[in-house]
């Protein structure tokens, strides 16, 4: 273990062939000629886009996904021979620098396709981009009528090399919804505007959905991460984070003794409490005060009181005494306490449980021979 790991209140090992692993796992799962791109967007939610990408750039991926303008410039340099899609596309005069860096901007609306078609006509060549159009979300992309008027504009359509039609499914995590049928209708419909074009419908739970929804490319991001797609279902995929957090202290409490701001927990019984070195400013949410738990051992040890700032109090009073001393480690999030488990028990979503993991956390990040 390095010094700063030895020190560290909180270490957050990464697994990136288990990262790799998954990758391999979904483009396994689909149908024979889709191809499969890895959404790389907030730091490679939160696990840290500089050393996520690289790794899937060597086990075969070709095709990554981020958000922002930024986070691609971050990525150009370590993605040799890759494409990079940025999927706010360029805001109005922005397009220079989506060609300087040699990026694929997704084009949005009709707005940022007439832009990229100026910028082209202006530079006098046909310029790359991806099309999005929405069949659900009401959130980005063209809408049908859009889509329809742009198949018909010749002038804009010669201007620019149109690479791929996406859309972005609302309901996948729900196989039932009926959503998911009426967009993948509503897709194919938009789809056939632009004959010849590659197309991408599926996120991660999409591509459980069934072979209908895999097209010529996927675009998977928590899946590969270790996040369940199949909520509700034994999670296909492996898993890729552990946090750990210190015991600075551990102290005996009387029953009757409150715990933490608000007193909102009274201790039953005599018991042993822990205090760790990780709070809501590490992103261990404030929600998970009398909700949330970390394991030492087999043993599951209840959050008990509300989270600070940089401390949480466990109780492990059912911990036989001795295997928790200061310096020893709780299990914040790990096989026993998957980021789905802590989620739900804070109410929100794994994405949000990932992208929220603190830079003040140690990082370890495992590879091939470390494993
Ligand atoms: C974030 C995002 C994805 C990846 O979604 P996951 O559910 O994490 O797999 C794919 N496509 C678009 C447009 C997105 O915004």
């Known amino acids: 273990m390095s010094d700063q790991a030895a020190r560290a209140g ?16 979904i483009h396994a799962r689909q149908k024979t000629g889709s191809q499969t791109a890895a959404v790389v967007k907030a730091d490679a939610y939160g696990l840290g ?7 899937l750039l060597a086990a075969g991926c070709r095709r990554f996904v981020v958000a922002t303008l930024d986070e691609a410039i971050a990525l150009r340099p370590l993605l040799p021979g890759a494409e990079i899609l940025v999927l706010s596309g360029p805001f109005p005069g922005g397009e220079a620098e989506f060609h300087a860096y040699g990026l694929l901007p997704v084009l949005n609306s009709p707005a940022q396709v007439g832009g990229w078609a100026a ?6 060549e046909r310029l790359a981009c991806v099309l999005h159009i929405d069949t659900g979300m009401s959130r980005l992309g063209l809408r049908h009528d859009e889509a329809r008027r742009l198949s018909e504009d010749r002038g804009t359509l010669s201007a620019i090399d149109l690479r791929l039609v996406m859309t972005h499914m609302a309901c996948a995590d729900e196989p039932d919804h009926p959503l998911n049928q009426l967009q993948l209708e509503r897709f194919t419909a938009a789809r056939a505007f632009f004959p010849g074009i590659e197309a991408s419908l599926a996120a991660s739970s999409a591509v459980f959905l069934g072979p209908n929804w895999h097209a010529d490319w996927t675009r998977p991001g928590y899946a590969l991460y270790g996040g369940n797609p199949t909520p509700g279902q034994p999670n296909p995929m492996g898993q890729v984070v552990r946090l750990q957090g ?12 409150t715990v933490g701001y608000g007193a909102t927990h009274r201790c039953a019984v005599p018991t042993r ?5 990780a709070g809501y400013a590490d992103g261990l949410f404030r929600s998970l005060g009398n909700r949330g738990c970390g394991h030492l051992g087999e043993n599951r040890v209840p959050l008990v009181g509300r989270v600070s700032m940089d401390l949480s109090i466990f109780d492990i009073g059912a911990v036989p005494e001795g295997a928790a001393r200061p310096g020893a480690m709780i299990q914040l999030i790990g096989p026993n306490n998957t980021i789905d488990d802590v989620a739900s028990a804070a109410g929100t979503i794994g994405y949000e ?8 956390y140690h990082r370890d990040y495992l590879e091939g021979a470390a494993l």
């Open 10 to 25: 909180a270490i957050l090992s990464i697994d990136l062939e288990a990262i790799c692993a998954n990758w391999r796992t």
């Open 273 to 277: 409490l822990a205090v760790v070195a």
């Open 246 to 257: 210190r015991i600075i202290q551990v102290r005996d409490v009387d029953a009757s003794d």
């Open 119 to 124: 910028f082209a006509r202006e530079r006098g």
């Open 49 to 55: 886009a500089t050393r996520v990408a690289p790794a």
């Open 353 to 360: 449980v990932l992208t929220s993991l603190s830079p003040r």
